[in-house]
């Protein structure tokens, strides 16, 4: 009985310090949406900014938060990585594959666990961006939130205390961490190649959206400790309304300060309702604050794309034990993590 009760009391602080983590993105979010209004300067709302700091924020001792360079420099330099190929060849299957080969191998040979990097360097091929002055601004988004994730540690810690370690925060980092092993390598770029193949026969270029990449990359880089890889059906649904809250938002109100804090709100009632954790559905919600025109065929896109990951997925793990692996490099991080692990005071 006392036990249960302890329980109760450690879970309520968490789930006050949970919401106020959300709330605390939510407002780095339009801040960073205000700051690209009144510059003109849009692609300082990079999208794949909702998930890094929702998870930076609410997960201030995950792999991400403990990697404050990673953060910063990973999105730097795919985003240099985007805007070279974005200038030197038109949109397509070639540059399309060297632009996400370059993000991969830059997070590969850093051993950065910060995949939202691949989205950087995919957006302004996909949105065709081709000033310079692009990297800067991811840098300078990734900067203020490694600034304010350290402020916000601080806060959190002098509010709510230190929270033991759990299973989730186990798996939630396994899943951050660079994939291991080749054979992934191999069904990521048939994904890619196959959603280009799409892209090209429909015209529909956001089949092959940039938070796309970093679903699969993460999905079929963890297959046994990917969170929503458990629950793949799911993916597209939660996916689809998310994008098609963020339009809604921008179709309404504007690319302004306003749609983005509404729009990263809408993803994280979606993906409540739906129990998953997909930080890149996030920026699902926030993609159409960089886009010119949005219409619903971005939804329709993204519902498209998210449903051929998850069959190619599906398919994947029947052709090979994808699992395997995944499941044992699992059960050493916890065994490594769980035991008597405290956060840091």
Wanted: proline fraction near 7%; include cysteine; glycine fraction near 8%.
């Amino acid at each position: 009985m006392n036990g249960s009760a302890d329980r109760s009391l450690e879970a309520a602080p968490r789930g006050r310090s949970r919401i106020a983590a959300e709330l605390a993105a939510i407002f780095y979010i339009a801040i960073i949406a205000q700051i690209a209004a009144l510059t003109g300067a849009f692609y300082l709302m990079f999208p794949e900014l909702g998930a890094l700091s929702h998870d930076v924020l609410t997960r201030p001792r995950g792999a991400w938060a403990r990697a404050p360079v990673a953060l910063i420099v990973t999105p730097a330099v795919a985003a240099i990585i985007g805007i070279f190929f974005t200038r030197a060849l038109p949109y397509g299957f070639a540059s399309v594959m060297l632009t996400i080969g370059g993000a991969v191998i830059v997070i590969l040979a850093m051993r950065s666990p910060i995949a939202p990097a691949i989205s950087a360097g995919l957006l302004p091929l996909v949105l065709g961006i081709k000033s310079w002055w692009y990297p800067p601004g991811i840098l300078f988004g990734s900067v203020l939130l490694a600034v304010g994730a350290g402020v916000w540690n601080r806060i959190e810690r002098r509010n709510f205390g230190d929270r033991v370690f759990e299973a989730a925060d186990t798996y939630e980092d396994a899943l951050e961490l660079a994939p291991s092993g080749a054979r992934w390598m191999g069904a990521f770029a048939i994904f890619v190649a196959l959603a280009m193949f799409a892209v090209e026969a429909t015209g529909l270029r956001f089949i092959l959206f940039p938070p796309l990449v970093v679903i699969g990359y993460e999905m079929l880089g963890h297959p046994a400790v990917c969170p929503w890889a458990r629950r793949p059906l799911a993916l597209p649904v939660a996916c689809f309304l998310t994008a098609s809250g963020g339009l809604l938002c921008v179709r309404l109100l504007g690319a302004d300060a306003a749609a983005a804090g509404l729009a990263m709100a809408w993803g994280l009632i979606v993906l409540r309702y739906f129990d998953l954790h997909i930080p890149p559905a996030l920026a699902i919600a926030l993609l159409p604050m960089v886009m010119n025109h949005p219409t619903l065929w971005y939804a329709v896109s993204v519902a498209i794309g998210t449903a051929m990951l998850t069959v190619w997925f599906l398919t994947y793990g029947v052709i090979f034990d994808a699992t395997a692996v995944g499941v044992l490099r699992a059960k050493k991080i916890a065994a490594q993590s769980l035991v008597g692990r405290w956060y840091p005071p």
